[in-house]
């Protein structure tokens, strides 16, 4: 990962503000990523946006952020709630003896199949390193939980371009992780 | 992989989804320009595309592999029906019976609900239970399962969301507004039984296969905020009103803002973000992608079918200010169903007359319609009403539902009686929703533990249930009983508030603010006008504790100044009267102007320059008061031209020309006094046909009249005159033989008969007239028994008639 935040371009005072909540928050995200995890079961399958949705309702209780910074505030940091929820996985593993595997129902939309996060994660960070804006509208999506219609206007494109984008990030998803 | 090629691949694919299926090949051979690699990549993801769409048709979801329960309370679990934020939705059936009944269960996902929450979700539950709504899929019951986590059991309704089956469908605009009526009708079913839905947007109104929408998750945004500790609602951005974006808690005019965001969506087959706000919904059309692939004729058509009524209606139910927006989601339903009604004949349209013709007809049913959806929204109301007296409201109040009842109270007050009061013949609504809104605020004064900020706000909701009752700025009711025992439960809350324990400005506004009220109906429905002195000094003492540099504190004394005059003016103290006026005009004349209160501030000063004129015509001379007389037409006049809408002001307009006119004709100048009185009698049909049974206007009829009589008569052309007073003398008669007749009811009489005894006097006709004075007499002699004469009707009325029996009938 060469930018930290995977977002690349981003304004100055909006990218501070964001550093700053950030920086505020990470622990608490790094919290309830761990709460996420933690069932005893002996596969765990979880919801990447629970780790949203729990952070925004800690977040605006804390904040008091309106509607449309909480919309930003995901946007911004969909890539580093990926990036807490693949470090709390790998170290959940590292300490249980007989790790539990840590998959992710896909949305529908993206073939209604299980898949293991790190291969997500995996797949995200090849798909970065070619087509960032790509991988970020899937963080954006999946992560953050954000609709198209949301990132059409944080992004200020059209909705028909982030569907079309939508559309080829996810068959590029479903041709890197299905059946070859 | 080769980076490039990755990159190329989809941006080849991305246009290849927008060709048409027989441009494609072409296209992405072009585009590959024999790259076999680059061509084999744009495959690879044409084939995945196609995978995934097939995985996910249409507005369906899948059931999903993963553990399902096996029951939930009573229910067997079938089969998982989706899956959202919330939680688990499955379809489960009852199986004790002789037939299987299948619901749907929504199960809340254990972390996202706090354990001490749970008290609140039970009782919510109960209250949703309440609903019941051939549109609304019905709650049936609840509880909490094995594993901790609440569940809800609802009809189960099997249908795709009403944005992707009006998609789907190709429904045109009429069925939408057929569909959306429908969803209104539900939601304002809700709303009677101060439910919110709060988060109505497209994915939570199902239609079901017989084409029937049902709104489901009906309060379940409430669920969801009690459910977090932040009492955060869950809100979809482009359907939740600016209000609710800023934060504010969820009203019955954010579902109205939600209802037409909806209806834009159906008619536009897109979502709110897909266009920009400032669009019209005709325009917005042109540019849906949705209708991307339809003909620019399809298009143009649909845009020409939303055009105009579509575009307003949708204007307004979307309006930033809630109340700019229509006062309930039944009105928004009254609206959709005229344009329905009375659309144009296509055939004909280009003819300019026949539009024309068709518009204003439209218009002028439409004002009919509008009426009668506010009379069903009054008449359900009260059903609510009914049901909240019957409730222990004590034990409610805990609940967030509290401060819907003050919202609702509120909104009732203010936004919907504004709104009726500018519609015409709207006289009985205004009262029922002035009950209704009593019985809200009776309930929140009556709650033992009320804090003193609710308290503060039942008093001056009280207060402005009296003013809609009797009060002087507005049409009122006319019923001054009501309006006093309303003032004396505020005055009773009021004296419960320490001043000390809140804003003790506001208790001393609020204190002074129901005196002067009081003072005004003893003196002008009572002639009580001991009791009105007694109140003025009560209020002075008020008015004197609050911060004199406020502008609270000016319109106050403004207030008590106006009510001094007049009361000074009932009891024949003309100069004292004088200087009262005059320091009122001078306090309303130097405040700043501020729209929020310019309304109270006019009338007040032509309150003021009225008494003035009065107190000048009886202290001073008739001749001397045409001055201020002619001041008040000036003012009154300017206002109701610029303000046609406000028919309080064209009354007093009319009054002011009619005091005018009076004059003139006691200093002798008929011809004068005729056109002002001709110039009152032509606006006066405009005054009778918004409101025939308002009191005030009926008032003003009656005096108009009696002085075109005269001023007839004493023009040369008596027998009009005495034609005009023989119709209103029978129209006094039957005001003050009514059941429920005031004492000025009773005065309003003897004057009038009284001045067609002077009519006949004064053309030399004794015979008629000495009767007629005896009878004029009798009643202010039953009056006085009773102690109900002002010293204002001894000194000129019942002297006059004395005199005039002394002169003509010996």
Redesign the interface.
């Known amino acids: 990962m060469d930018s930290p935040d995977g977002q690349g371009q981003g304004g100055g005072s909006l990218a501070a503000a964001r550093d700053a909540l950030l920086r505020a928050h990470y622990d608490e995200f790094r919290k309830v990523a761990g ?2 995890l933690n069932g005893d079961a002996a596969a765990l ?1 979880i919801q990447p ?2 780790l949203a ?2 952070a925004v ?2 977040l ?2 804390l904040d ?1 952020l ?3 910074g909480r ?1 930003h505030f995901l946007s911004l940091s969909a890539r580093v709630m990926r990036q807490i929820l693949i470090d709390e996985i790998r170290k959940m593993r590292a300490a249980k003896r007989s790790p539990p595997p840590v998959s992710t ?1 896909l949305p ?5 199949q ?1 898949i293991d996060l790190e291969d997500l994660d995996r797949a995200l960070q090849k798909l970065e ?3 960032p804006e ?1 991988a970020k509208l899937v963080d954006q999506r999946y992560f953050a ?1 954000l ?1 198209l ?2 990132v ?2 944080i992004e200020g494109i ?3 371009t982030v ?3 939508w ?6 998803l ?2 890197e992780l ?1 059946p070859r | 992989m080769d980076q490039t090629l990755t990159r190329r691949a989809l941006s080849i694919f991305e246009d290849a989804l927008d060709a048409e299926d027989d441009a494609r090949e072409p296209l992405i051979s072009a585009a590959c320009a024999g790259d076999a690699a680059l061509e084999a990549e744009v495959r690879r993801l044409l084939k995945a595309d196609a995978l995934a769409e097939r995985a996910m048709p249409a507005g369906g979801l899948q059931p999903r592999e993963g553990p399902m329960p096996t029951r939930i309370g009573h229910y067997r679990i079938v089969e998982r029906l989706g899956q959202g934020g919330m939680g688990d939705v499955f379809v489960g059936a009852r199986d004790d019976g002789l037939f299987e009944h299948a619901v749907a269960i929504k199960r809340v996902r254990p972390t996202l609900f706090a354990e001490t929450a749970r008290a609140l979700f039970e009782r919510e539950r109960r209250a949703l239970a309440t609903l019941s709504h051939r549109h609304i899929a019905q709650l049936y019951d609840g509880g909490v399962d094995d594993t901790g986590a609440p569940y809800l059991i609802m009809e189960l309704v099997r249908g795709v969301g009403i944005d992707d089956y009006a998609l789907a469908r190709d429904l045109p605009p009429s069925r939408i507004a057929e569909m959306m009526i429908a969803v209104c009708e539900a939601v304002q079913h809700a709303h009677q039984n101060l439910i919110v839905h709060a988060d109505l947007k497209p994915a939570n109104i199902l239609v079901n296969q017989a084409g029937d929408p049902k709104v489901v998750d009906f309060g379940v945004a409430r669920l969801l905020s009690e459910a977090n500790e932040a009492g955060l609602y869950p809100q979809t951005p482009g359907y939740s009103s600016p209000q609710r974006e800023a934060g504010a808690a969820p009203t019955p005019a954010d579902d109205v803002f939600a209802l037409g965001a909806i209806l834009r969506a159906l008619l536009t087959g897109e979502g709110p973000r897909g266009t920009a706000h400032t669009l019209l919904t005709s325009e917005a059309i042109g540019r849906s992608m949705a209708f991307a692939d339809r003909t620019p004729e399809w298009r143009a058509a649909r845009a020409r079918d939303v055009h105009g009524d579509l575009d307003a209606i949708i204007a307004r139910a979307c309006a930033a200010q809630a109340e700019d927006r229509y006062p309930a989601a039944v009105a928004l339903a009254s609206d959709l169903r005229a344009w329905l009604d009375f659309r144009p004949i296509s055939g004909r349209s280009s003819d300019r007359l026949y539009v024309f013709k068709k518009f204003v007809r439209r218009r002028r049913l439409r004002v009919a319609v509008g009426a009668s959806a506010a009379a069903a929204l009054v008449l359900a109301l009260a059903v609510t009403t009914t049901l909240y007296a019957q409730t222990d409201f004590a034990r409610r109040e805990a609940e967030a539902r509290f401060t819907e009842v003050r919202s609702l109270a509120k909104y009732l007050l203010y936004d919907v009686y504004d709104r009726l009061d500018r519609t015409p013949q709207t006289l009985a609504m205004r009262r029922d929703v002035a009950r209704v809104a009593q019985g809200f605020l009776n309930a929140l004064s009556d709650t033992p533990s009320a804090p003193p900020a609710v308290l503060q706000e039942a008093a001056e909701g009280l207060i402005r249930v009296a003013d809609l009752q009797a009060g002087r700025s507005r049409a009122n009711l006319g019923e001054t009983e009501a309006a006093l025992e309303n003032l004396a439960r505020a005055h009773a809350i009021s004296q419960k508030l320490e001043p000390a324990a809140t804003d003790s400005d506001s208790v001393s506004a609020l204190r002074a603010s129901i005196a002067v009220r009081q003072a005004a109906i003893e003196m002008n429905s009572r002639q009580d006008l001991a009791a009105a002195g007694r109140l003025l000094d009560d209020a002075a003492v008020d008015i004197a504790r609050i911060d004199g540099a406020s502008r609270r504190h000016a319109m106050l004394t403004t207030q008590f100044e106006v009510e001094s005059a007049i009361l000074g003016n009932w009891k024949g103290e003309y100069a004292a009267s004088t200087v009262h006026a005059r320091r009122a005009i001078e306090i309303a004349t130097s405040l700043t102007p501020d729209p929020a209160d310019a309304r109270d501030v006019h009338y007040l000063l032509v309150r003021a320059w009225d008494a003035l004129a009065e107190a000048v015509y009886y202290g001073q001379s008739e001749a001397a008061s045409e001055a201020p007389y002619r001041e008040l037409v000036k003012l009154t006049s300017a206002y109701a031209a610029g303000h046609p809408e406000d028919m309080l002001g064209l009354r007093i307009a009319i009054e002011a020309r009619w005091a005018l006119g009076a004059t003139l004709l006691g200093i002798n100048r008929p011809r004068d006094a005729l056109a002002e009185l001709d110039a009152a009698a032509a606006m006066v049909p405009t005054l009778l046909d918004f409101q025939p049974d308002d009191e005030g206007a009926r008032r003003t009829h009656k005096i108009v009249l009696a002085a075109r009589a005269q001023a007839l008569a004493m023009s040369g052309r008596f027998p009009e005159g005495v034609a005009l007073l023989r119709e209103q003398l029978k129209f006094a008669t039957d005001q003050a033989q009514r059941p429920g007749a005031q004492p000025s009811d009773q005065r309003s009489l003897a004057v009038t008969l009284a001045m067609l005894g002077d009519l006949y006097a004064d053309n030399k006709r004794n015979k008629e007239a000495c009767p007629i004075y005896a009878q004029a007499d009798d009643i202010f002699k039953q009056l006085a028994a009773n102690n109900q004469v002002s010293q204002l009707d001894r000194d000129s009325a019942i002297r006059m008639i004395h005199e005039r029996q002394a002169t003509h009938c010996k």
Do not use: M, N
């Not at chain 1, 529908?108 to 209604?112: H, N």
């Not at chain 1, 559309?167 to 590029?172: F, P, T």
């Open positions: 709460r996420v399958k946006t629970d949705h729990e309702i800690r605006s209780g008091r309106d509607f449309k919309t129902e529908p939309e993206l073939g209604a299980s390193t070619v087509a790509y939980g609709t219609e949301e059409a206007e059209s909705v028909r569907k079309r984008q559309r080829a990030a996810r068959a590029w479903v041709a299905g």
